[in-house]
């Protein structure tokens, strides 16, 4: 790590204050939500926000602890995230960014939560049905994630997508297809 490159967990501090903000740098938020929301305590919220002050990714708006994100923060974010997708989900595919960027987590989750919807009515074999079951809960642990990896996701869609090949989902199957195409 060089003293311009913000530690990890500065990038998953700064990656939430992004989120928070969505990239918008008059948006005001408070250093210690976006800490607690990454599990850290008041004290190391302070820390990490300094540091990213240090690197002019994070501007003090208040003394009580509000900060914005600056230009180069939203930048910084957008390099290690890719850009953010326009919101059109019917079409989104994964990017090659290895971190999933804001855009396909959206379209992964919509297509998790309809996929969980329809487990039951697709009158799959239980084995099938496991499988398809296991991929949904590592998607969902991956969307948890801060970093959520676009590799393991494009994984699970695949499997997923063999699995829905099989039944009479089309709709589905046509959004796997745009989301994993290469």
Do not use: W
């Not at 008041?42 to 002019?56: F, H, I, K, N």
């Not at 923060?73 to 960014?97: C, H, I, Y």
């Not at 697709?122 to 959520?148: C, H, I, N, V, W």
Request: proline share 3%.
């Amino acid at each position: 790590m060089t003293h311009s490159e913000p530690s990890e967990a500065a990038q998953q501090f700064l990656i939430q204050l992004f989120e928070q903000t969505k990239g918008d740098g008059s948006i005001q938020v408070s250093m210690y939500d976006i800490g607690e929301l990454l599990g850290m305590d008041r004290d190391t919220a302070s820390t990490v926000a300094q540091e990213l002050m240090g690197l002019q990714l994070v501007e003090i708006r208040t003394l009580s602890g509000g900060i914005g994100i600056s230009a180069d923060g939203s930048a910084r974010v957008q390099e290690l995230m890719g850009p953010l997708a326009p919101d059109n989900s019917g079409f989104t595919k994964l990017g090659d960014e290895p971190v999933l960027n804001s855009g396909g987590r959206q379209a992964v989750g919509q297509v998790v939560s309809e996929l969980k919807n329809q487990t039951g009515s697709l009158g799959l074999e239980f084995d099938t049905l496991s499988e398809l079951m296991a991929d949904l809960k590592t998607l969902e642990a991956q969307l948890d994630s801060s970093r959520p990896k676009t590799a393991i996701i494009r994984e699970c869609l695949r499997s997923v997508l063999g699995v829905m090949e099989k039944t009479q989902s089309r709709q589905i199957v046509e959004r796997l297809c745009k989301l994993v195409a290469e």
